[in-house]
């Protein structure tokens, strides 16, 4: 009899208590260490490469947390495990080597621009054109590398575009994104003044970059490649361009370099 009222009372306390509560899994996180470069990646926090890793991460399921710093303190956090992700790398031997690297990101196009009323065409090495580039850019070695021998200077972006609306240079080279920027901070009657060269001077992807030797990073970049593709289907990919001013863009088909290859020490 005892031994029944005891049951009855415990049956009682579950029937009013319920079930116990079922554990539920800590949130899937992820840590991104992205490197300044303006207007893809701003201090703030914002920018096109931001939205596009952090959407494609949420679209996997994931959490992410994003930290804007200089490029060698994001490469040092990534390297000493704190952070997961580097945003954004170029496909190189010496990334490739260091990193797996995920699909194509974003293509980044560097474009001449131009004065309205010049003659149609890109410059050439062999014109006489003096042309403009931001200081410390890639780009002033990527010209002379290709032989172009009158390459100017300036100290920023928006100096470098007002070089070439007051004639001191014939043509300015940046990255479309950051020319659409600096024109849409010049005035109406400005903008009118200059155009767009096509086809693109080059035209390069840029990738999220995760330790070969992190233990997480082959979940991570499973979860960021499924996320980039849902984007591609649902059209989100898009949207994120079309919202920066930039026109859809098929990165969808380019392939992921190949993996570094791993040399397996031997005895001697």
Request: hydrophobic share 45%; aromatic share 6%.
């Amino acid at each position: 009899m005892r031994a029944a009222v005891i049951f009855l009372s415990l049956a009682a306390c579950f029937t009013a208590w319920g079930p116990p509560a079922m554990s539920q899994e800590p949130p899937r996180e992820v840590r991104i260490a992205a490197g300044e470069w303006p207007p893809y990646i701003s201090a703030a926090g914002s920018g096109i490469l931001i939205d596009i890793i952090t959407q494609a991460y949420e679209h996997a399921g994931y959490v992410a947390h994003t930290c804007v710093l200089p490029w060698q303190r994001a490469v040092s956090k990534v390297t000493d495990g704190s952070m997961d992700v580097l945003l954004a790398v170029y496909d190189s031997p010496r990334n490739r080597e260091r990193y797996t690297l995920s699909s194509g990101l974003l293509r980044i196009d560097s474009m001449f621009a131009v004065l309205a009323g010049s003659p149609a065409g890109a410059p050439g090495p062999t014109a006489a054109h003096t042309l403009g580039v931001v200081k410390d850019s890639m780009f002033g070695p990527e010209l002379l590398r290709r032989g172009f021998s009158r390459v100017e200077q300036a100290p920023d972006e928006d100096s470098n575009m007002k070089k070439l609306l007051t004639g001191r240079v014939d043509a300015i080279l940046d990255t479309e994104a950051t020319l659409l920027e600096s024109l849409n901070r010049l005035s109406a009657v400005e903008q009118q003044g200059i155009r767009l060269l096509c086809p693109p001077f080059a035209s390069r992807p840029v990738f999220a970059a995760l330790l070969a030797t992190n233990d997480r990073s082959t979940q991570l970049l499973a979860a960021l490649e499924e996320g980039l593709a849902i984007m591609h289907r649902d059209g989100c990919y898009d949207r994120i361009r079309l919202r920066y001013g930039l026109t859809p863009n098929a990165i969808a088909n380019l392939p992921r370099p190949p993996a570094p290859r791993r040399v397996q020490a031997s005895g001697l």
